[in-house]
T-cell receptor
Framework: GQNIDQPTEMTATEGAIVQINCTYQ??????LFWYQQHAGEAPTFLSY??LDGLEEKGRFSSFLSRSKGYSYLLLKELQMKDSASYLC??????????WGAGTKLIIKP | TAGITQAPTSQILAAGRSMTLRCTQD?????MYWYRQDLGLGLRLIHY???????GKGEVPDGYSVSRANTDDFPLTLASAVPSQTSVYFC?????????????FGDGTRLSIL
């Protein structure tokens, strides 16, 4: 079967750095997405990785290792507004997205 | 503002009643999707449509039906609602066949079945 694993919840301090991990086992791989979802709102797109390595976008970076079935989202200089759930999703061989349950990130002052 | 519009925003429905959740997009995306999101679970795909006139079943299609008469609209119908269908429903759209294109989401419909 297909499976995406992420930690359920993480806590970090304002101004610090946090790494949210995602491991996957899917039928085929056509890229990995990270989305941010604030409570009560829709998911919004953050990043896409299809090749191994690190993609940087401002305070957010996303890393992929296809051989390990592993990705992480790195958030730097954390701000209170970064408190949200972060969703990992893999595009499988049928071009559908398989979603993890999400990681709830709590930022403390 | 361009994007996806869902209606209603929220609804309380008696079990056994039928209901249609509406979804309209103005981005001219060929693919559209319906998901449900429940606490502790990831987004689960109910039905999808890769292009107008075609639909497909996702992971949890039972109790739901969809139609795709044109590019912009993708309504989801619950024929006879049951309490287990209480959930937040998200409609999304994307360009089909382009792996790097993300899905864009509507604001969701919060549905309670009593």
């Amino acid at each position: 079967g297909q499976n995406i694993d992420q930690p359920t919840e993480m806590t970090a301090t304002e101004g610090a750095i946090v790494q949210i991990n995602c491991t996957y086992q899917t039928s085929g791989f056509n890229g990995l997405f990270w989305y941010q979802q604030h409570a009560g709102e829709a998911p919004t797109f953050l990043s896409y990785n299809v090749l191994d390595g690190l993609e940087e976008k401002g305070r957010f970076s996303s890393f992929l290792s296809r051989s390990k079935g592993y990705s992480y989202l790195l958030l730097k200089e954390l701000q209170m507004k970064d408190s949200a759930s972060y969703l990992c999703a893999v595009r499988d061989s049928n071009y559908q997205l398989i979603w993890g349950a999400g990681t709830k990130l709590i930022i403390k002052p | 503002t361009a994007g996806i519009t869902q209606a209603p925003t929220s609804q309380i429905l008696a079990a056994g009643r039928s209901m249609t959740l509406r979804c309209t997009q103005d981005m001219r995306h060929n693919a559209m999707y319906w998901y449900r999101q429940d606490l502790g679970l990831g987004l689960r795909l109910i039905h999808y449509s890769n292009t107008a006139g075609t639909t497909g079943k996702g992971e949890v299609p039972d109790g739901y039906s969809v139609s795709r008469a044109n590019t912009d609209d993708f309504p989801l119908t619950l024929a006879s609602a049951v309490p287990s269908q209480t959930s937040v429903y998200f409609c999304a759209s994307s360009e089909w066949g382009q792996a790097d294109q993300p899905q864009h989401f509507g604001d969701g419909t919060r549905l309670s079945i009593l």
